[in-house]
């Protein structure tokens, strides 16, 4: 966070993949770091976490000038999720513990597999 701070730049993170974890991991926030709030901003997707690939579904969040910075861009540029898709997005989040293992337990099967074939 001090390179963000000395450097004057807001520092971004993909966070997109931060669901998707195997073996007892925790992907971190970057939000988790101290300062990290005062320079910094965290993006996240559903497509990945959710299966939600194609529905264009996310959120940011972090600094707040930048957030409002980033909902200024927005506005502009497009007319923003369907809100059927929203409302999905929504029961998806709050139905998260329940969702997300399921789904990293395919991968994590799919991680395996290839895994034990790259060992042979």
Do not use: C
């Amino acid at each position: 966070m001090e390179f963000g701070r000395q450097n004057d730049i807001l520092i971004a993170h993909d966070n997109a993949y931060s669901e998707n974890t195997y073996d007892g991991y925790r992907s971190p926030s970057i939000l988790q770091v101290d300062g990290a709030a005062e320079v910094a901003v965290e993006f996240f997707s559903l497509s990945k976490a959710f299966n939600m690939t194609g529905w264009r579904l996310g959120f940011v969040v972090g600094h707040p000038a930048a957030v409002s910075a980033v909902k200024t861009v927005k506005d502009n540029i497009d007319n923003g999720s369907l809100r059927s898709l929203q409302f999905a997005g929504a029961q998806a989040l709050s139905m998260a513990e329940e969702i997300t293992p399921a789904i990293n337990a395919v991968y994590e099967k799919r991680r395996d597999v290839v895994v034990d074939a790259l060992a042979e």
